[in-house]
């Protein structure tokens, strides 16, 4: 970000260790990352798993708008399961209300409506709810009150919320959330993701998603495994490659209407993040994990391998085997400061989390 640099905090092992472990792993398959958490945080990992067996924790994720908090707590559970982690979306929560009817049926509306306290009486939100209104804006009581009745259900989980604090207005409320809700007495801290803004644009403008199960990939930084080719509009196209789509193999990835555009629709969105990011850093009393997505182009060997680095797919048409040639090189992009910088794969950054939190944690 403009004015705050994270500290970059390297995988690259030394020594004896790198002498030992000198593979390169498959970061895109869960054996692979398992190999490459091992090699790289096992002890760490072993630490985290003793302290999650009876104790647990809040994180609340701080990062602009496809900076990546979704995947990170994914990996995050994908090595710790799914019993020890919880990743809360606030905004799949109020989506879940969309469903009006369905919703009232539910326990957890029961326990809304128990909970909530605030200016705006219950009825009345109801009533927008019901109606799909959007003049007001849901009330922040509503949301606190909302997210407690669904973590009520995850007792005895160590919880990343993304989506609180979402303004300047609820900073105050994260800093005292877990006392609202009563979570054990258990740390809670934020985890801050800095990611520059050319990389959100790359990630947005060249992102496409499968119509039927609705896996997102990108056509320039995260391809399927398979690529067509369609000789009529001369386009390479992302064929699904999710096992578990009723389409797999043969869905045609496509694009979303305006990601064309890049992040230019939602810039005044990413600098109120960035905002939020900042007051966050400058806060006293709660701790903070800082992860940094991305390292300068010089500094990059002295802290990563190359597999670790976000590489950049482009595609050839060969004639003669009428087949797709992929061809992968190391993708640059200029951070918010000026400075040719390399993107990190999400697994390092998890790497840089891990580290952080057995340092908070005191293991």
């Not at 398992?34 to 945080?41: I, L, M, R, W």
């Not at 002890?43 to 496809?66: A, M, P, R, T």
């Amino acid at each position: 970000m403009k004015n705050l640099e994270f500290p970059i905090i390297g995988t690259r092992l030394s020594g004896g260790q790198a002498k030992v472990i000198s593979q390169k792993f498959d970061l895109n398959s869960p054996g692979g990352r398992k190999e490459y958490f091992e090699a790289k945080v096992g002890d760490e990992i072993e630490h985290l798993s003793k302290y999650l067996q009876n104790n647990s924790f809040i994180v609340y994720l701080l990062g602009k708008k496809n900076s990546g908090k979704g995947t990170y707590s994914k990996l995050l559970t994908e090595i710790f399961g799914e019993d020890k982690i919880a990743h809360v979306s606030v905004g799949d929560l109020v989506r879940e209300t969309d469903d009006w009817k369905s919703f009232v049926k539910t326990k957890r509306f029961l326990k809304l409506k128990k909970y909530y306290r605030g200016y705006i009486s219950f009825d009345e939100i109801v009533a927008s709810l019901s109606s799909r209104s959007t003049e007001k804006l849901l009330p922040t009581e509503f949301i606190l009150a909302l997210l407690k009745a669904h973590i009520d259900e995850l007792r005895g989980k160590a919880i990343f919320i993304d989506g609180l604090p979402r303004g300047m207005d609820q900073i105050s409320y994260s800093l005292y959330f877990r006392d609202i809700i009563n979570y054990r007495d258990d740390p809670d801290f934020f985890v801050l993701i800095d990611i520059p803004e050319s990389v959100i644009d790359e990630r947005m403008k060249y992102r496409v998603v499968c119509p039927i199960c609705k896996t997102s990939r990108n056509k320039k930084l995260l391809i399927t495994s398979k690529v067509e080719f369609n000789p009529k509009d001369k386009q390479f196209n992302l064929i699904c490659d999710n096992p578990d789509c009723p389409e797999v193999g043969r869905a045609r990835m496509v694009s979303k209407e305006g990601d064309e555009k890049g992040l230019e629709p939602i810039r005044e969105r990413l600098q109120k993040d960035e905002e939020l990011i900042k007051t966050a850093f400058s806060l006293h009393g709660i701790p903070k994990i800082l992860a940094r997505n991305h390292v300068p182009v010089a500094d990059a060997s002295k802290y990563f391998d190359d597999y670790e680095l976000t590489p950049e797919y482009s595609f050839t048409w060969d004639e003669e085997k009428k087949i797709v040639k992929v061809n992968e090189k190391s993708w640059t992009v200029k951070d918010d400061n000026g400075v040719l910088s390399h993107s990190l794969l999400a697994p390092p950054v998890v790497i840089s989390i891990i580290k952080q939190l057995v340092e908070v944690l005191e293991l």
